[in-house]
């Protein structure tokens, strides 16, 4: 049943999106082969005009793809579960646990897949005038910013740091749908409190010799995050478990 309800959060995604994500590898290299030209013809008032207003296109793209997948995590979540949808999701023969992974599993796969075509983008906008000859002898160098022996690290803590912030939505929505008036406003507000309680408990609780040059991005930073992450996913998802099971209100 899993299989089938990530199978259904993919089908939900509409081709806009799509199209929207495409656009912006489309406009990319084009703005890209532009500012290769104006940095050759800076004396044309029209080679200016043209790329500046690509990069405003481009920008705007980026922007709304990365507001689109924020919209489509929060909308799904709470039209499929405390909204009308919800009386047909919980009378599926899946449980509450199948049902908000197959939702968080989508949400991750949507961020990063989001992340993929910005960074794709940027590329595409770079290559043109700096080659990829260059580009290739330039990413090593870039590459020891991460040691080679932290690359599994970062990666896992790029996909707990998604996992717990998609987590935290989650509770939000379901603390707002606790009230009877005003839930979508009530689940923002519970948001911005959870993110600043987190931030507190940051600044209460960080070891400072993490935030030192030669510390950051080392195995002790890392096994201080993963801790930190594990622990918000445990209490995010319990919370928004707990509330679906007993608290449940639909409207």
């Known amino acids: 049943m899993f299989a089938k309800l990530l199978k259904y959060e993919f089908k939900y995604v509409g081709k806009w999106y799509f199209a929207l994500n495409s656009a912006i590898l489309v406009i990319a290299p084009i703005l ?78 949507w961020s990063f897949f989001n992340a993929l075509v910005i960074i794709i983008a940027i590329l595409l906008v770079v290559i043109p005038s700096v080659g990829v000859k260059e580009l290739l002898i330039v990413l090593p160098y870039i590459h020891e910013i991460f040691p080679e022996s932290n690359t599994f690290f970062f990666s896992l803590y790029m996909l707990l740091s998604a996992i717990a912030g998609t987590l935290m939505i989650y509770l939000a929505i379901a603390l707002g749908q606790l009230f009877t008036d005003r839930r979508v406003l009530m689940g923002f507000v519970f948001y911005v409190v959870l993110a600043i309680l987190l931030s507190i408990l940051s600044v209460m609780f960080v070891d400072n010799n993490l935030l030192i040059n030669d510390q950051i991005y080392s195995t002790r930073f890392y096994y201080y995050y993963f801790v930190q992450f594990i622990v918000e996913i445990a209490i995010f998802y319990s919370g928004t478990y707990f509330i679906i099971k007993n608290k449940l209100n639909i409207q």
């Open 32 to 109: 890209g082969f532009f500012l290769k030209s104006l940095m050759e013809q800076t004396d044309n008032l029209t080679s200016s005009i043209i790329p500046f207003s690509l990069f405003l296109i481009l920008g705007a793209l980026i922007a709304s793809s990365w507001a689109a997948t924020i919209f489509i995590i929060i909308k799904r979540f709470y039209n499929n579960i405390f909204g009308r949808e919800g009386y047909l999701t919980l009378t599926l023969p899946a449980s509450i646990h199948q049902i908000i992974l197959s939702k968080l599993v989508a949400s991750i796969i």
